[in-house]
DNA sequence: ATACATTGTATCGAAATATGATACAATGAA
DNA sequence: TTCATTGTATCATATTTCGATACAATGTAT
């Protein structure tokens, strides 16, 4: 459905995406900004934006800056994800599991859920050496440059494995970020016959990713649990006999009922 | 600002806010709604329920599923908090040494952000035996009830101390959660001699927690470094000995400068 | 199997609400 | 100081939301 379509739609209240908009446009780089900033980037003229920032600042879900005049998300985002995680039944089943495992391991422990052609991290257990980036829950990762994202697809179909491979948007976070679809179908490949996938420097430099997938109920796979080590303490050999089992036993142990 | 005042502002979105209170039906008891069960909560009407839940669901914010047409908090809750962890500055200076705490200590360790009369946990490391609420972002708890929220409010000038104590809420999660604003008053007072805060049984039983505040560059207190471990295993003197000095060293070592 | 209550979906005229142009104020840079 | 930029306030207009209503689908009790 385009723009224009909503427009016609009676059921679609446009001020509310709108507002929402407004929201989405604090990421990374925008830690927080003012009113024409936000114009600019949710493409609202400068009455819509100053309305729907009081809207969102009254409400509690934007903090102002009083000296600057900068909006900066609130708190409330954060209890968001408290209702989402709660009432997912994934996380549920899997958190005292991936706490386990974190204990066991003494690695940094994630599960990821996939979202579009994206993968979001729903859980993290974090250890010494990692990266900021990689503690916070919510962050998205394109799934094709992930060794979680790929453990999930390489459980597709196979037709529907290859569709997404062809057309997924690919990202760069170090010079060894693998841009090469190609390769990707290979490591995809490799992953549906390991039921593990492998990765290395593709988020960072001298990170190791190993992930398996969760499957749902009804077969496909829902989400990856993923484990992070630096390459200068592990190779690919000791990594595939003292994490691979235990991470697998822990993703076939999350494999969430029909409710 | 009233309800009533807010109809006549023209600088207030209604349609948005109302969109937003769709987004808060959702918490602990009620992991997803059904549209009837969304207009009673939200006090909207029929119609209007219809083409907000309609207008989130088109935009992703909610899923739905299609057998039982119920809504469920989507990713983007997830993904929402990410941007607020990103973007405050606490979170990023703090979570390094939180990581390193539990380390050390091999206990779970917490921060948590005051907001209103609750405080609102922002980073969690989990270990063994942690309770699964407790391993979740985002969660709101009243502040009196935890000895983080007591640190933090232990921190502040004396009338404010006080006016807090007597007209914040109250909850009981335990049989031993305390109730009474003068025992309270005592354990904020002592806080403050201590620096640091003590609380047991209070959400859960059997749990002991140590919380110390972080004060921020105006010399208020924003957050607080929080570690629960078990009454099993630690005696409050043993608590004192044995993670308190680290605790505080943590937290003070987190002061956020002005920007 | 049938009737009934409940919940979800679709439609539409009326009116309240959001719109966005504009003017003004405050900030900060030159 | 002047000028550019960003934020704030106001208002007539019409676009949007409103909410009553009718209809469809679901599930429950008889």
Known sequence: MTMADRKQDTLFVNSLAKGLRLLEAFDEEHQSLGLSELAKRTGLDKSATQRFANTLYQTGYLMKDEATRRFR???????????????????????????????????????????????????????????????????????????GGRA????????????????WPLARFTPET?????????????????????????????????AAPIIGADGRPVAAVHCSVSAYHW??????KDIVPFLLDTANSITPSLR
Chains 1, 2 share one sequence.
């Open 73 to 147: 998300p609130s708190h409330k985002f954060a209890e968001m994800a408290y209702a989402y995680l709660w009432s997912d039944p994934v996380v549920q089943l899997a958190m005292p599991k991936l706490i386990e495992l974190s204990g066991r391991l003494g690695e940094t422990i994630n599960m990821a859920e996939l979202s579009g052609s994206d993968i979001v991290y729903v859980a993290r257990i974090p250890c010494q050496r990692t990266t900021f980036a990689a503690t916070l829950v919510g962050r998205r990762v394109p799934a094709l440059n992930t060794s």
């Open 152 to 167: 999930i697809l390489a459980m597709l179909p196979e037709a529907e494995r290859r569709a997404c491979i062809e057309n």
């Open 235 to 240: 190779t690919r050999e000791k990594v595939e």
């Open 178 to 210: 693998t841009q090469d679809r190609d390769k990707i179908a290979e490591l995809v490949e490799e992953a549906a016959h390991l039921g593990y996938s492998f990765s290395r420097n593709e988020l960072i430099l001298k990170e190791i990713g190993v």
